[in-house]
């Protein structure tokens, strides 16, 4: 059982940037896929940024490229979403998922996530 805990989300302003943390905790198997998905009001939990769980290898929604980076500790099991030059789109809570233990790949649906955080919010102002 993996538990995920998320760090960070504040109110922020238009063109400002904010790191988040998501710590995992309970698997000594740290080999398993992790993603940020965020989700609107109104608007269906969408996938936001993902990497693998035996590379440094990412993947980026559209909307995230060239604004937010995806990195990993491994020695501290925490995962970090940095955003840079935030939109009041960007408005959402966000959440950390991760994918079963020896499920590496990098997958962008939900249903491939086993865990999940209880969700950061995040809000920018115009």
């Known amino acids: 059982q993996v538990q995920l805990v998320e760090f960070g989300g504040r109110f922020v302003q238009s063109g400002g940037s904010l790191r988040l943390s998501c710590v995992a905790s309970g698997s000594t198997d740290s080999n398993y896929g992790m993603a940020w998905f965020r989700q609107a009001p109104g608007k269906e939990r969408e996938f936001v940024v993902g990497?693998?769980?035996?590379?440094?290898?990412?993947m980026d929604a559209d909307f995230a490229k060239g604004r937010f980076t995806l990195s990993r500790d491994g020695a501290q099991n925490t995962m970090y979403l940095q955003m840079n030059s935030l939109k009041p789109e960007d408005t959402a809570v966000y959440f950390c998922?991760?994918?079963?233990?020896?499920?590496?790949?990098?997958?962008?649906?939900?249903?491939?996530?086993?865990?999940w955080g209880q969700g950061t919010q995040v809000t920018v102002s115009s």
């Open positions: 990497i693998s769980g035996r590379s440094d290898r990412t």
């Open positions: 998922a991760a994918r079963a233990p020896r499920s590496v790949a990098i997958t962008t649906t939900e249903i491939s996530y086993a865990y």
